[in-house]
C-alpha cells in the first residue's frame, strides 16, 4: 500500500491507509438490511448453478446470488533482488505516477520493458534529473514508437539483457547493482529512486474454470458496461483487462458496473 497516493481526484495528497480506510467508513455507514459487510473472508471459488451462482469461501461459509461484481485488483510482480523488499516504499517504488513527484531533479531507474514501463520514464522525465531503464531482455516488448520517443529525451538512457542483482541503501534507497548478462560484467550506479514495472498478477484464480481471461490472467470485459462474457458477472478494475490502470479509473470502472448491475437486475 504507498505511503502517499498524489492522484485520487479531490485531493493534493493522502496516505493509502487513510485511503482505504475512508473507502471502509463510506461502506459501513450503509450497512444495514439490504448490505451485509463480510470482513476477512476470502473467496474460494465460484461456481454456477442453473439460474444463480454459489459463491463459497475459506471458512467454507456459502452464498448464492444472482449477480456478482468482481474487483479483486492485481498485486505487483515484485523484484527478486536482494534488499528489494526491505526498500520497498523506501525509494522502490511499483508506481510512478503516484510517488513520481517524490523524486524532482533525482536520478532514478525504472525496472521493466513493457509499455508500462516505457510510460512510466515519460512520466518520470517531466520530474527527474535523470531516468535509466534497465530490460532483463534483448528486445523492448513496448510499441515501438513509445520506445522510440521516451528514448529521445536527452534524460533518458536504457540498457538491455540485464539482471538485477542488489538495492542498496540503509534506511532509503542509495543504488543498484546490476549484471550485463552478455559480459557478465557486474555495476552499481548510484540512484535515489527504483520504479518496478515487470508486471502485475491478477488476483483472478478463483474465477478462472468461470469467465474468459486473458494470456496474464485478467477477465475479459465489455469496457461499455463491464460484462463478463458470463451473464450474470461484471468485472472492474485492475483484474481486468482494460487498457490503463490506476485508482480513479478502477472506482469510475466499478460505478459503471453497479449502474449496470441495476438495470439488469430491475429489468428483466
Not at 473507502?23 to 476477512?40: C, R, T
Not at 540485464?162 to 543498484?176: H, P, T
Not at 458496461?225 to 470502472?253: F, R, S
Request: glycine share 8%; with cysteine.
Amino acid at each position: 500500500m504507498s505511503e502517499q497516493i498524489y492522484n485520487w481526484i479531490g485531493t493534493t495528497s493522502i496516505s493509502g491507509l487513510d485511503l482505504a480506510d475512508s473507502f471502509k467508513k463510506h461502506v459501513l455507514a450503509n450497512a444495514g438490511e439490504s448490505l451485509e459487510v463480510k470482513e476477512n473472508t476470502l473467496v474460494n471459488i465460484i461456481s454456477k448453478e442453473k439460474k444463480s451462482f454459489k459463491v463459497k469461501t475459506e471458512t467454507g461459509e456459502e452464498f448464492e446470488t444472482k449477480t456478482i461484481l468482481i474487483a479483486t485488483g492485481s498485486g505487483r510482480r515484485k523484484l527478486p533482488a536482494k534488499n528489494a523488499d526491505r526498500l520497498e516504499h523506501k525509494g522502490l517504488t511499483y508506481c510512478a505516477s503516484c510517488d513520481g513527484p517524490l523524486f524532482t531533479d533525482m536520478d532514478v531507474v525504472v525496472i521493466g520493458g513493457g509499455n508500462a514501463a516505457f510510460e512510466s520514464a515519460a512520466q518520470l522525465l517531466a520530474y527527474c534529473k535523470s531516468v535509466t531503464l534497465l530490460h532483463r531482455s534483448e528486445n523492448f516488448r513496448a510499441d515501438e514508437i513509445t520506445v522510440e520517443r521516451v528514448l529521445k529525451n536527452p534524460k533518458m538512457k536504457a540498457q538491455k539483457n540485464i539482471d538485477i542483482l542488489e538495492v542498496k541503501g540503509d534506511n532509503f534507497v542509495e543504488g543498484i547493482v546490476y549484471k550485463d548478462k552478455i559480459t557478465g560484467k557486474e555495476t552499481e550506479m548510484k540512484v535515489s529512486g527504483i520504479f518496478v514495472e515487470i508486471g502485475q498478477i491478477p488476483n483472478t484464480s478463483f474465477v478462472k474454470d468461470l469467465v474468459p481471461l486473458d494470456e496474464i490472467g485478467r477477465i475479459k470485459i465489455n469496457p461499455f458496461n463491464q460484462k463478463t462474457e458470463m451473464p450474470g458477472i461484471w468485472a472492474a478494475g485492475d483484474c481486468t483487462n482494460v487498457l490503463y490502470h490506476q485508482n480513479n479509473i478502477a472506482a469510475g470502472d466499478a460505478v459503471r458496473a453497479l449502474e449496470d448491475i441495476y438495470l439488469y437486475m430491475h429489468t428483466r
